[in-house]
């Protein structure tokens, strides 16, 4: 027997078991392979992205799904090459079913595969007690991988619409801050954006949950500005700004109607923070322009009071 081949084989399993049920089951985020293998993917689109001056939104566009299958299809590989290893840790590993001669390296590939995704056809077999176990053990963790990497597949594809579904929500009510703030004037308050705010704080938390449980929805990319997520939140962002600290007092919103969006914002900038956003060598972005409420005829501060 190769004690090297065993040890190998079983680390690799292991080692993707772990990485799967990391990811699909304990909702801590990515498992330790996810986390390097799905940012190593998108950096590598955006370098092509960005050295084609900004003209392969369609390449991001893919790039969700295409990590998506690739983390799913490198976890199936790594068991299946475990495995491989496993059966290859002794000769009489895998014999012929009629002849009873051992395999060779293809013939246990072959069984290999047929064992974690079938039940087998039966020209090859275990050879021996201590390989029987291990056959039964290689089909139980092939149907058990199959099954929470689809399970894990249909929540991601749900997720992704309602993050969709969150960007235009935020765009129906305007695309920049000032949009957001001159619709929500009646002439006389702002009382109109509450109940939108109260529906877009419950869809923030929700998508905060789902991307912390589910790290490859960040990658999911829109060519449609009405349904990107990215600059529909920062919109509402200033534009939450402004309703709390640029409008004049007398028509402010209560704190309770615009506080609960600020600390849903806040929550999800907390989990993309920790895993996304590169420190360092950024200036803060400037407050957003007042000038053109003014023009409207909306109470705000002037500039000087805002900052």
Same mark, same amino acid.
Request: aromatic share 8%; charged share 15%; with cysteine.
């Given at each position: 027997?190769?004690?090297?081949?065993?040890?190998?084989?079983? @680390? *690799?399993?292991? !080692?993707?078991?772990?990485?799967? %049920?990391? +990811? &699909? $089951?304990?909702?801590?985020?990515?498992?330790?392979? #996810?986390?390097?293998?799905?940012?190593?993917?998108?950096?590598?689109?955006?370098?092509?992205?960005?050295?084609?001056?900004?003209?392969?939104? @369609? *390449?991001?566009? !893919?790039?969700?799904?295409?990590? %998506?299958? +690739? &983390? $799913?299809?490198?976890?199936?590989?790594?068991?299946? #090459?475990?495995?491989?290893?496993?059966?290859?840790?002794?000769?009489?590993?895998?014999?012929?079913?009629?002849?009873?001669?051992?395999?060779?390296?293809?013939?246990?590939?072959?069984?290999?595969?047929?064992?974690?995704? &079938?039940?087998g056809?039966?020209d090859?077999?275990?050879?021996?007690?201590?390989w029987?176990?291990a056959?039964?053990?290689?089909?139980?963790?092939?149907?058990?991988?199959?099954?929470?990497?689809?399970?894990?597949?249909?929540?991601v594809?749900?997720?992704?619409?309602?993050?969709?579904?969150?960007?235009?929500?935020?765009?129906?009510?305007?695309?920049?801050?000032?949009?957001?703030?001159?619709?929500?004037w009646?002439?006389?308050?702002?009382?109109?954006?509450?109940?939108?705010?109260?529906?877009?704080?419950?869809?923030?938390?929700?998508?905060?949950?789902?991307?912390?449980?589910?790290?490859?929805l960040?990658?999911?990319?829109?060519?449609?500005?009405?349904?990107?997520?990215?600059?529909?939140?920062?919109?509402?962002?200033?534009?939450?700004?402004?309703?709390s600290?640029?409008?004049?007092?007398?028509?402010?919103?209560?704190?309770?109607?615009?506080?609960?969006?600020?600390?849903?914002?806040?929550?999800l900038?907390?989990?993309?923070?920790?895993?996304?956003?590169?420190?360092?060598?950024?200036?803060?972005?400037?407050?957003?322009?007042?000038?053109?409420?003014?023009?409207?005829?909306?109470?705000?501060?002037?500039?000087?009071?805002?900052?």
């Amino acid at each position: 027997m190769s004690a090297l081949f065993l040890i190998l084989g079983l @680390a *690799l399993v292991a !080692a993707a078991m772990f990485d799967a %049920l990391w +990811t &699909t $089951v304990a909702f801590a985020g990515g498992g330790p392979m #996810t986390r390097r293998l799905a940012p190593g993917i998108w950096m590598l689109a955006l370098r092509i992205h960005r050295a084609r001056s900004g003209r392969c939104h @369609a *390449l991001l566009k !893919a790039m969700g799904t295409v990590i %998506l299958l +690739t &983390t $799913v299809l490198a976890w199936i590989a790594a068991v299946f #090459t475990g495995y491989v290893l496993i059966f290859s840790a002794e000769a009489g590993a895998v014999v012929h079913g009629a002849t009873g001669a051992e395999a060779d390296l293809a013939e246990r590939i072959y069984f290999t595969g047929y064992t974690l995704f &079938t039940l087998g056809l039966g020209d090859y077999v275990p050879g021996g007690d201590v390989w029987r176990i291990a056959t039964v053990i290689a089909t139980l963790n092939g149907l058990f991988l199959v099954t929470i990497a689809i399970t894990y597949l249909i929540p991601v594809v749900s997720a992704v619409a309602d993050k969709r579904q969150l960007g235009a929500a935020v765009s129906n009510l305007g695309t920049s801050p000032q949009e957001i703030v001159i619709r929500a004037w009646d002439g006389e308050s702002f009382q109109g954006i509450s109940d939108h705010l109260v529906q877009l704080t419950q869809m923030i938390d929700l998508h905060a949950q789902r991307h912390f449980a589910y790290p490859v929805l960040h990658f999911f990319h829109s060519v449609e500005r009405r349904s990107a997520v990215a600059p529909s939140l920062a919109a509402l962002h200033d534009a939450l700004l402004i309703l709390s600290a640029g409008v004049a007092k007398e028509h402010r919103l209560p704190a309770i109607a615009v506080e609960p969006t600020q600390r849903a914002l806040d929550g999800l900038i907390g989990i993309l923070h920790a895993d996304y956003v590169q420190q360092g060598g950024t200036p803060p972005p400037p407050l957003p322009e007042l000038s053109r409420l003014r023009k409207m005829q909306i109470p705000v501060k002037t500039d000087a009071e805002f900052h």
